[in-house]
């Protein structure tokens, strides 16, 4: 089945210990992004990458790390989490035509 | 700066009736116009999408209407169902690596 894995699908964490939400797609698409969805916001990107090796920022870039060594594999990196940083995040990969992203179903972060 | 406006936040609709989401976008280099669906729990998933050059694109219920010199388009769910309840987000895709500017959601409920 054609899909976008992330895991965990929950996560609670303390403000300061760094974590990382792994993202996974078996499509062979070149592009992945992460989301953070916050009532009233809608989705707003993170992070993109265009291939692998290649990432860049998004619109809410700050306190975040992405790296893209492998095409199939797109982690989020936390290294110092905050309050603010609680949220639902999402993967979502496409293909070069970004015609159609799909979407992982999604990480639920609190950090306390 | 919101580049993507949606409204209404919430909608509730009689099953049979019309349900009618409104965007406005401001870019102009948007090129790609996607409505995605998103149900509790899950990531969101290409429902319809639309290119500048065409007025209106209908797929069974679901019609996008595109207004390119009023920078507006709008999603109509004709004969609504309880199961369109949902999450409806617009969107606009632009530039090379085919970024994705969501607008806020809607929050669909279709009572039966």
């Known amino acids: 089945e054609a899909q976008v894995t992330q895991n965990p699908r929950y996560l609670i964490t303390v403000t300061g210990k760094k974590l990382t939400v792994t993202c996974s797609q078996n499509?062979?698409?070149?592009?992945m992004s992460w989301y953070r969805q916050d009532p009233g916001l809608g989705l707003r990107q993170i992070y993109y990458s265009m291939n692998v090796e290649a990432t860049d920022k998004g619109d809410v870039p700050e306190g975040y790390k992405v790296s893209r060594k492998e095409k199939r594999n797109f982690p989020l990196i936390l290294e110092s989490p905050s309050p603010n940083q609680t949220s639902l995040y999402f993967c979502a990969s496409s293909l070069s035509s970004g015609l159609g992203y799909t979407f992982g179903s999604g990480t639920r972060l609190t950090v306390v | 700066q919101q580049q993507v406006k949606q409204s209404p936040q919430s909608l509730i609709v009689q099953k049979g009736g019309i349900s009618i989401i409104n965007c406005a976008y401001e870019?102009?280099?948007?090129?790609?116009f996607p409505w995605y669906q998103q149900f509790p729990g899950k990531g969101p998933a290409l429902l319809i999408a639309i290119r500048p050059d065409v007025s209106e694109k209908k797929e069974g219920r679901f019609t996008i209407s595109f207004n390119k010199s009023a920078k507006q388009f709008s999603l109509h769910i004709m004969d609504s169902q309880p199961g369109d309840s949902a999450t409806y987000f617009c969107?606009?895709?632009?530039?090379?690596?085919?970024?994705?500017?969501f607008g806020s959601g809607t929050q669909l409920t279709v009572l039966p």
């Open positions: 870019n102009t280099a948007f090129d790609y």
């Open positions: 499509m062979n698409h070149e592009y």
């Open positions: 969107a606009g895709t632009s530039g090379s690596a085919r970024q994705l500017t």
